[in-house]
């Protein structure tokens, strides 16, 4: 049932960033592990076709997070211009 649910998730954030995001998104895999988001990091850059790259890495659960917390906490941080 846990893949099932975040394959779904997945699908779904597909479907809404198609053509506008990429999002890498590492936590940990125990329910009980709460995410620190302080030493947790988040990095975010456009490319010069406007595509968002993001590269996140949790120290804990991303189920531990609603998806509003978790999605403001991204927000949070600034988008950098990718200079090739």
Same mark, same amino acid.
């Given at each position: 049932?846990? @893949? ?28 009980? @592990? ?35 917390? @978790? ?5 949070? @941080? ?7």
């Amino acid at each position: 049932m846990r @893949f099932d649910s975040r394959l779904k998730a997945l699908e779904r954030i597909g479907k809404e960033s198609a053509g506008k995001r990429i999002r890498l998104v590492m936590h940990g895999c125990s329910e009980s @592990f709460q995410v620190n988001l302080a030493t947790s990091t988040c990095k975010r850059t456009r490319r010069a076709d406007g595509l968002i790259i993001e590269n996140i890495e949790l120290d804990g659960d991303l189920e531990s997070m609603t998806e509003a917390e @978790f999605e403001a906490w991204v927000e949070s @941080f600034p988008i950098k211009e990718y200079e090739a």
